[in-house]
Nanobody
Framework: QVQLVESGGGLVQAGGSLRLSCAASGSIFSIKSMGWYRQAPGKQRELVATITSGGSTAYADSVKGRFTISRDNAKNTVYLQMNSLKPEDTAVYYC????????????????WGQGTLVTVSS
């Protein structure tokens, strides 16, 4: 069984910073990519940032220049450094991973964390 555990959400004032962490654990064989998505009240879940095992990154236009995604492959952990936060960044942030397990090393699965709430006050 594989799971993602997120941490680091909370309440911050506009202009402030937060760092989210997400650790993958369990019977992991390979992680192809990890990323962060978010869902604001009444809105659809949207991509925030992703990073591949090779370090290639992609960002939503709305967070470019403010958020930075990074990854520690040895710890199976992904981070999201969020700077210059805005009230519109308020959402539940979900960690995502595309990975395979030791039971099925060549079959990739997409799994999600439980989400962590980020609230930015104006």
């Amino acid at each position: 069984q594989v799971q993602l555990v997120e941490s680091g959400g909370g309440l911050v004032q506009a202009g402030g910073s937060l760092r989210l962490s997400c650790a993958a654990s369990g019977s992991i064989f390979s992680i192809k990519s990890m990323g962060w998505y978010r869902q604001a009240p009444g809105k659809q879940r949207e991509l925030v940032a992703t990073i591949t095992s090779g370090g290639s990154t992609a960002y939503a236009d709305s967070v470019k220049g403010r958020f930075t995604i990074s990854r520690d492959n040895a710890k199976n952990t992904v981070y999201l450094q969020m700077n210059s936060l805005k009230p519109e960044d308020t959402a539940v942030y979900y960690c995502n991973a595309v990975l395979s397990t030791r039971d099925s090393p060549y079959r990739y699965l997409q799994i999600w964390g439980q989400g962590t709430l980020v609230t930015v006050s104006s």
